[in-house]
C-alpha cells in the first residue's frame, strides 16, 4: 500500500512540475498566441490531473489532509471555470455545468469557513488558513453567479474571468511548490504568492478593461 501511495505522489509532483512550468511559460508568452495557447492546455491538464490524484492520496492512512483535500478541489474549480469562461466570447448563457462547478465550490467554501472559525475558536492557528482561502473562494464563486446572469453585460467579462481563474490556479501551483517542494510551511509562504498573484490580476484587468475618463472642457 505504501508503495502505491509513493507512486501517486511521485505523479502528482510530476504532474505539478508541468503544471508549474507551463503556466510560467503560459503567464510569459503573448496572449492569444498558439505558444499561449498550447502551454495553456498543458497547464490545464497538468493541474488538473495533479490535483485529482492528490485528493485521494490527502485521504490515505498516515497522509490525511483535509486542507490539502480542500485546496486540490479549489485549484480544479479554478481551471475548469477559467477553461470555460472562453466559451463565453460566443456564448451568452451560462449552462447547468457552468452552475453546478461554482455552486460546488461555493458549498466547499463555506465548509473552509466553518472550519477555519471551528479552530480559531479552539487555539487552533492553521484555521487562518481555512477562512483565508475560504473567504477567497467565496468572493469567487459569488463574481462566478454574478457574471452567469449576465454574462456580456461588461466587455470583455469572458477574458477577466479566464485570466483571474487560471492565474488563481498558477497561484496554487507555486503555493504548492514552495510549501511541499521546497519545504516552506509558515503562513507567508501560504499567503504571499496569493497577494501578489491578486496584484497581478488587478494589473490585468485594467489593460484588459480600462476604464475611459471623459474629458471636460472649462
Same mark, same amino acid.
Given at each position: 500500500?505504501?508503495?502505491?501511495?509513493?507512486?501517486?505522489?511521485?505523479?502528482?509532483?510530476?504532474l505539478?512540475?508541468i503544471?508549474? @512550468? #507551463?503556466?510560467?511559460g503560459? =503567464?510569459?508568452?503573448?496572449? /492569444?498566441? %498558439?505558444?499561449? *495557447?498550447?502551454?495553456?492546455?498543458?497547464?490545464?491538464?497538468?493541474?488538473?490531473?495533479?490535483? =485529482?490524484?492528490?485528493? &485521494?492520496?490527502?485521504?490515505? &492512512?498516515?497522509?490525511?489532509?483535509?486542507?490539502?483535500?480542500?485546496? !486540490?478541489?479549489?485549484?480544479?474549480?479554478?481551471?475548469?471555470?477559467?477553461?470555460?469562461?472562453?466559451?463565453?466570447? =460566443?456564448?451568452?448563457?451560462?449552462?447547468?455545468?457552468?452552475?453546478?462547478?461554482?455552486?460546488?465550490?461555493?458549498?466547499? #467554501?463555506?465548509?473552509?469557513?466553518?472550519?477555519?472559525?471551528?479552530?480559531?475558536?479552539?487555539?487552533?492557528?492553521t484555521?487562518?488558513?481555512? @477562512?483565508?482561502? !475560504?473567504?477567497?473562494?467565496?468572493?469567487?464563486?459569488? $463574481?462566478?453567479?454574478q457574471?452567469?446572469?449576465? &454574462? *456580456?453585460? +461588461? $466587455?470583455n467579462?469572458?477574458?477577466?474571468?479566464?485570466?483571474?481563474?487560471?492565474? /488563481?490556479?498558477?497561484?496554487? #501551483?507555486?503555493t504548492a511548490f514552495?510549501?511541499?517542494?521546497?519545504?516552506? /510551511?509558515?503562513?507567508?509562504?501560504? +499567503?504571499? %504568492? +496569493?497577494?501578489?498573484g491578486t496584484?497581478?490580476?488587478?494589473?490585468?484587468?485594467?489593460?484588459?478593461? %480600462? $476604464? =475611459?475618463?471623459?474629458?471636460?472642457?472649462?
Open positions: 500500500m505504501e508503495q502505491t501511495i509513493t507512486f501517486f505522489i511521485y505523479l502528482h509532483a510530476f505539478g512540475g503544471g508549474l @512550468i #507551463s503556466g510560467i503560459s =503567464t510569459i508568452a503573448k496572449k /492569444g498566441s %498558439p505558444l499561449h *495557447q498550447k502551454l495553456g492546455k498543458l497547464f490545464s491538464i497538468g493541474m488538473i490531473g495533479s490535483s =485529482t490524484i492528490s485528493i &485521494p492520496i490527502a485521504m490515505m &492512512p498516515n497522509h490525511e489532509n483535509l486542507f490539502l483535500l480542500l485546496i !486540490g478541489l479549489f485549484t480544479i474549480y479554478l481551471v475548469l471555470v477559467g477553461n470555460r469562461a472562453l466559451q463565453f466570447k =460566443t456564448r451568452s448563457n451560462a449552462d447547468i455545468v457552468d452552475k453546478a462547478i461554482s455552486g460546488s465550490m461555493l458549498l466547499f #467554501s463555506v465548509i473552509m469557513l466553518g472550519i477555519g472559525m471551528y479552530s480559531l475558536m479552539n487555539t487552533v492557528t484555521g487562518v488558513l481555512y @477562512i483565508f482561502f !475560504g473567504g477567497f473562494g467565496l468572493l469567487l464563486t459569488l $463574481k462566478d453567479f457574471f452567469y446572469k449576465n &454574462p *456580456q453585460k +461588461t $466587455k467579462g469572458w477574458l477577466l474571468s479566464h485570466i483571474g481563474k487560471m492565474i /488563481g490556479a498558477l497561484i496554487a #501551483s507555486i514552495i510549501i511541499a517542494g521546497l519545504s516552506i /510551511g509558515n503562513l507567508m509562504a501560504w +499567503t504571499l %504568492p +496569493t497577494v501578489l496584484i497581478y490580476i488587478m494589473y490585468w484587468k485594467r489593460k484588459v478593461n %480600462p $476604464k =475611459t475618463v471623459a474629458s471636460k472642457k472649462i
